[in-house]
């Protein structure tokens, strides 16, 4: 008989699941009990998307794949749409995606600066944006952020990047004083010593995923604004 999981009857939607450490948190998810929207961003990463909801749905759940530019208010628009047919309420949302620029900073302009800026925080922004008021609606909801290491250490080649994945840290430290009694709570989960890539098998995030699953269960009631920096 198969558990029924921390997660059981939860649903939730996963920002940047093609692959990597979205695909392996939203199968953590599933392997809890969670149904998951999985979203994607480029059209080549269709096949890898279908894999994570293979994955997902070997565990006996439901795994949706989306495609949508999240750094658009159309495109976030798309992604809660979708989770609102599929399941008429979003209890989880990880905010996975993002980009991860390198580039020294005597060749940085404001323009470069801006653009990495808008698509590391504008798709969180949004995403929040959009599910907020369904969790708002059923005082309940779990939100949860992935944030670069650069935002606590630092690297060169790094300083938009690193500003951005600051500028999450700040964002949900501040987010949660807009939850008023619900029980909704926004955490970061801080990854150390990632792969290079930041593709790695799933073992690789064997250490990091744990933390997601407790964020995103009722255990974490009492996280409010809080950082994990979990290690593989």
């Keep these: 008989m198969q558990r029924a999981g921390r997660l059981a009857n939860r649903t939730a939607v996963v920002t940047g699941a093609a692959s990597g450490l979205g695909r392996a948190v939203a199968v953590a998810l599933a392997q809890e009990g969670a149904n998951v929207i999985l979203h994607h961003l480029l059209p080549d990463e269709q096949a890898a998307a279908t894999e994570t909801a293979r994955q997902v749905q070997a565990l006996g759940r439901t795994g949706i794949v989306v495609q949508a530019d999240i750094t658009q208010p159309a495109g976030a628009y798309t992604v809660a749409e979708a ?44 995403m929040v944006r959009h599910l907020l008021p369904l969790m708002r609606a059923r005082s309940y909801g779990r939100i949860v952020t992935t944030v670069d290491s650069t935002a606590m250490e630092g690297a060169r080649g790094m300083t938009a990047y690193g500003a951005a994945a600051s500028a999450l840290l700040g964002f949900t430290r501040s987010l949660v004083h807009e939850f008023g009694d619900n029980d909704i709570t926004a955490n970061c989960v801080c990854p150390g010593h990632l792969p290079p890539d930041a593709d790695g098998e799933e073992e690789d995030w064997a250490g990091i995923t744990p933390a997601y699953v407790f964020l995103a269960s009722d255990d974490a009631y009492a996280m409010i604004g809080q950082t994990l920096r979990p290690s593989p």
């Design 83 to 126: 989770a609102i047919a599929a399941f008429d309420h979003v209890d989880i949302l990880v905010n996975n995606a993002g980009f991860r620029l390198k580039q020294p900073f005597d060749g940085m302009t404001l323009e470069l600066f801006e653009a990495t800026m808008a698509a590391n925080m504008g798709g969180t922004f949004l």
